[in-house]
């Protein structure tokens, strides 16, 4: 049972980590577009509650995508045998969905991501 917690413990974790990522990037798009385009603002906000609902932990490891042993039920793809708990959360096919939502918003936008991200990003240091 510990063995299962320690799981689900760690991989909860770095969920958390590439979520709030999101939610970060989210957050600051609506803050973007609130007072300035009525429009946008609404749409960004519609996106952000939404990705609130579907990126919630409970939902991210429930019984759909996580086993009672805290073992993930996704394949993880181009990692060695043992893949990191980052590299399985990155890969969790909610957060993937949300990952790409948040590139392509960004994009559209013309913001680079990647240059916020060397000032503010994610903590880059290995989590297992």
């Known amino acids: 049972m510990q063995e299962g917690f320690d799981e689900g413990y760690s991989l909860g974790a770095n969920l958390g980590i590439r979520v709030g990522y999101i939610l970060g990037v989210l957050q600051g798009l609506v803050a973007a577009w609130k007072g300035s385009n009525d429009d946008l603002f609404k749409d960004t906000k519609k996106v952000h509650d939404t990705a609130q609902k579907e990126l919630a932990i409970q939902e991210l490891l429930s019984q759909q995508w996580v086993t009672e042993e805290g073992i993930w039920n996704w394949e993880v793809h181009g990692v060695e045998e043992d893949p990191t708990f ?4 990155e890969q969790h ?11 392509s918003m960004a994009a559209q936008w013309g913001i680079d991501l990647k240059a916020v991200e060397k000032v503010h990003g ?3 240091e290995e989590q297992s």
Do not use: G, I
């Not at 980052?86 to 959360?89: A, L």
């Not at 096919?93 to 590139?103: F, G, H, N, R, S």
């Open 86 to 89: 980052r590299e399985v959360s």
């Open 93 to 103: 096919p909610v957060v993937q969905k949300w990952t790409a939502t948040v590139e």
């Open 122 to 124: 994610p903590n880059d």
